[in-house]
């Protein structure tokens, strides 16, 4: 059986290799052609309309008036859409805390040997990531609202009820809050992913520091900290990108108001209720090119590192 | 606690030091107060779900409920609150999107990982570059096509645009192919199989571990997604879990035991999942974020 296989490639081993060619393209068509048409249609075509979008002047129904780069001039010369921006430091901040104590999170609970109850904490720390962003926002309605899980805590430690601020009314403060929020929400995640990459490092690393007698904090500090370098700059791109196009959390808690918008509040806002279309694919566009431009960023980094 | 194990310790190794056991108190001090702040904000709202109106009002939110029994508020939730249309409509966007991401991803990925010529690579970078585009802005213009389409208030809009398969699925699967050594495929394609059947027949029973893994992933990430809900299908009798539980804002605005119940109705299906397939959660995401 299997001679007669090989003589017959053998002999006709070049219409064998271009029939399978052949089928092979006919196959990837098939396979391909609605995943591509999705793609297509969801993500490449809504981008070409949204630079087009960005030069008219258009309501979404009327008619579309073409205005050249007004929208962008209108943009770079109005402060109060820049000043969206202003409300990404505090979670970009935030993201940076978040991924300092995530990196704490993971090193304690990598090794289930020297922590007890680590699937507990572990747990605990990571299973907001899982709850609708929805409830995330109500839960924390709850917790900030005068007279509510905060103010209580407070309260029962001495601070008396009218010198607390009210937390989501206080500009600033809110935006503090609601970092804290996204903190909260997506700290597991983060250690979760330190966890996996803190395991993947050489086992032998740790036993022979152990050996040397180093300590847990040593060990952080020369061996994990080095090892998942990369992991650890990725996130830290991610968390900027993360921050300049915040958009959950302020939109179900607040939707933007007190000084909590956000870019990306602004321009849903912009396109959906004030049915500027054309001024809000052109901040579509800003938004894209800054997080472009900090990908590019991310790539000639890593391409020094490596 | 802590002075107990102090009092232990000098029968044990010599490396016990005083050192040690100060930074393991604090070190499970940090862990307990974590554990407490993530936990704490549901708890509350745990209690606050079981509490009648008055009990609501002449409560603190850290007291326990009187009565662990009082489903009142949670049969308002899911009645009042459309809940049970919620979690129907849920269910049948969820499973529709979550079964098309499986099968357009591993078909994608079979292209990419098995045939190699120069168009896989073409379509592998056009579903990359597609990932960096922060889609949540370009919402004005999918916005268009959608009600072009006629698509705008029908289930039909939320699956097609989840089921557009990303590049993270692709890549777990494409990893995972990768370890499944094509001289299978060879020897079924002597053996007269088409590519057709490589795909059916051999591959996908052997991607089962990948498939769950995006299965999950996908699954919790789609039963959260708000926004593509509340914008294409803002038609009450169309609400899915979160678009349900964010209208609660409105009627129940000044009933936050009611508003309580239905976090946690939302929260109870997460937290069996969570329960059940920790770890494949937990290996799900370090696998789909290795490539970044």
């Given amino acids: 059986m299997d001679n007669v296989a090989v003589k017959k490639k053998k002999r006709s081993f070049s219409d064998v290799m271009s029939l399978r060619k052949t089928k092979q393209y006919i196959t990837a068509f098939w396979f391909l052609l609605i995943p591509l048409i999705l793609l297509i249609l969801f993500t490449y075509l809504p981008l070409v309309d949204m630079v087009r979008y960005s030069l008219y002047k258009w309501d979404g129904f009327g008619k579309m008036k073409f205005i050249g780069v007004d929208n962008y001039v209108e943009m770079f010369t109005k402060p109060e859409y820049f000043r969206m921006f202003k409300t990404s430091l505090y979670y970009l901040i935030g993201s940076f805390i978040q991924i300092g104590l995530a990196l704490v999170f993971a090193a304690l609970l990598m090794d289930s040997k020297k922590t007890k109850f680590t699937n507990f904490f572990k747990g605990a720390i990571f299973f907001p990531y899982l709850v609708n962003g929805v409830a995330v926002g109500l839960i924390f309605l709850y917790f900030y609202q005068p007279g509510g899980t905060l103010d209580t805590l407070l309260t029962s430690l001495g601070f008396s009820q009218e010198t607390l601020p009210l937390w989501m009314k206080t500009v600033g403060l809110n935006n503090v809050c609601l970092a804290i929020v996204s903190l909260w929400r997506y700290l597991g995640q983060n250690m979760v992913m330190f966890a996996g990459s803190m395991q993947s490092i050489d086992s032998d690393l740790y036993e022979a520091a152990a050996l040397d007698g180093a300590n847990q904090a040593q060990i952080f500090r020369y061996i994990i900290l080095p090892n998942i370098k990369t992991v650890i700059s990725i996130n830290m791109i991610l968390a900027v990108k993360g921050a300049i196009s915040v958009f959950e959390i302020p939109f179900i808690m607040t939707d933007g108001a007190n000084g909590t918008a956000t870019f990306v509040t602004k321009t849903l806002e912009v396109a959906f209720t004030s049915r500027k279309i054309g001024m809000a694919s052109a901040m579509g566009v800003v938004l894209l090119v800054l997080i472009m431009i900090i990908t590019f960023i991310q790539k000639r980094f890593f391409e020094k590192e490596g | ?292």
Wanted: hydrophobic share 55%.
């Fill in chain 2, 1 to 292: 606690m802590a002075k107990e194990t102090k009092t232990k310790v000098p029968q044990n190794k010599k490396h016990y030091s005083a050192e040690h056991i100060v930074a393991a108190f604090f070190k499970y001090l940090l862990l307990v107060i974590s554990a407490v702040a993530a936990i704490l904000p549901m708890v509350v709202v745990l209690f606050g779900a079981f509490k009648t109106t008055a009990e609501f009002s002449s409560t603190s939110p850290l007291t326990l409920p009187q009565n662990w029994l009082n489903f009142e508020n949670f049969k308002t939730a899911f009645v009042k609150g459309n809940m049970v249309l919620g979690f129907f409509n849920t269910v049948i966007v969820v499973g529709i999107s979550v079964f098309l991401t499986i099968v357009f991803g591993t078909m994608t990925a079979y292209v990419i990982d098995r045939f190699k010529f120069k168009f896989s690579r073409i379509v592998n970078t056009a579903f990359l570059i597609a990932s960096l585009i922060p889609s949540i802005t370009m919402q004005m213009s999918v916005f268009q096509i959608i009600s072009k389409m006629g698509l705008f208030n029908h289930r039909a809009a939320l699956i097609i645009l989840f089921a557009g398969t990303d590049i993270i699925s692709i890549y777990i699967f494409v990893q995972f192919l990768q370890n499944i050594s094509t001289s299978l495929d060879e020897s079924a394609i002597i053996d007269g199989a088409s590519y057709f059947t490589i795909y059916t027949r051999i591959l996908l029973p052997l991607m089962k571990p990948a498939i769950v893994t995006v299965l999950i992933i996908k699954g919790i990430g789609f039963y959260n997604e708000f926004y593509t809900a509340f914008l294409y299908n803002p038609n009450p009798k169309l609400a899915v879990v979160s678009t349900a539980l964010f209208k609660f804002k409105g009627p129940f605005g000044a009933q936050w035991e009611i508003i309580c119940a239905g976090v946690i109705i939302t929260i109870i299906p997460a937290l069996i999942i969570f329960l059940l397939l920790q770890k494949q959660i937990y290996s799900g995401l370090t696998n789909g974020a290795v490539k970044g």
